[in-house]
């Protein structure tokens, strides 16, 4: 008898240190993915703009630019982020001039990778190219780029989970100069 209530005894306080624990792991665990484990957006910089060809018709309005682009772009989580084939949409004044086919890949936890695309503007429609003349003879010329990337977000390769990174990125084309300066703003949606 004396025996059963010694084990019993013991028993319970095994069980409740191994209860303890772990909440106490799972704790430290809910911690660690809010702060350190957090998914942040990734760093979108433009690493280069090329001009690949170009060809404009007149009196019939026909413009065919083709612009070969290098982006960067750097993944600051300790994850990887595998995503889907998508597009970007290059705007021009609000009207959409381009759109630039980004394939499939994976971007490393803490790592970088360059995407190299090409964009084609097609200016068949007068109407989108209003301001460019003005634009062009100010000296700067804007756009903006639209990029939704879907895919999925890899923690220690054990946790795995869809997330959604959206980019807009504001160009602005300095023609006396030839360079071109972005701005670009990044989120991810999980």
């Given at each position: 008898?004396?025996?059963?209530?010694?084990?019993?005894?013991?028993l319970?306080i095994?069980?409740?240190?191994?209860?303890?624990?772990?909440?106490?792991?799972?704790?430290?665990?809910?911690?660690?993915?809010?702060?350190?484990?957090?998914?942040?957006?990734?760093?979108?910089?433009?690493?280069?703009?090329?001009?690949?060809?170009?060809?404009?018709?007149?009196?019939?309005?026909?413009?065919?630019?083709?612009?070969?682009?290098?982006?960067?772009?750097?993944n600051?989580?300790?994850?990887?982020?595998?995503?889907?084939?998508?597009?970007?949409?290059?705007?021009?004044?609000?009207?959409?001039?381009?759109?630039?086919?980004i394939?499939?890949?994976?971007?490393?936890?803490?790592?970088a990778?360059?995407?190299?695309?090409?964009?084609?503007?097609?200016?068949?429609?007068?109407s989108?190219?209003?301001?460019?003349?003005?634009?062009?003879f100010k000296?700067?010329?804007?756009?903006?780029?639209?990029?939704?990337?879907?895919?999925?977000?890899r923690?220690?390769?054990?946790?795995?989970?869809?997330?959604?990174?959206?980019?807009t990125?504001?160009?602005?084309?300095f023609?006396?100069?030839?360079?071109?300066?972005?701005?670009?703003?990044?989120?991810l949606?999980?």
């Amino acid at each position: 008898m004396a025996c059963s209530m010694r084990c019993s005894k013991g028993l319970k306080i095994c069980c409740g240190v191994t209860f303890i624990l772990i909440i106490l792991l799972i704790v430290i665990l809910v911690v660690l993915f809010f702060t350190v484990f957090k998914p942040k957006g990734p760093t979108i910089t433009l690493q280069s703009v090329k001009l690949q060809g170009f060809e404009f018709e007149f009196p019939e309005f026909q413009l065919n630019v083709s612009l070969g682009i290098m982006i960067k772009v750097n993944n600051p989580n300790y994850g990887g982020f595998s995503y889907q084939s998508s597009t970007s949409y290059l705007n021009y004044r609000g009207n959409l001039v381009a759109e630039a086919l980004i394939h499939e890949d994976t971007i490393p936890s803490h790592g970088a990778l360059n995407i190299s695309t090409t964009l084609n503007i097609l200016g068949d429609d007068l109407s989108k190219f209003q301001g460019l003349p003005g634009d062009y003879f100010k000296g700067v010329i804007n756009f903006t780029s639209t990029t939704t990337l879907p895919g999925k977000v890899r923690i220690l390769k054990i946790i795995k989970f869809k997330a959604i990174s959206y980019s807009t990125c504001d160009l602005s084309i300095f023609v006396q100069v030839k360079s071109v300066n972005s701005t670009c703003n990044t989120r991810l949606k999980l």
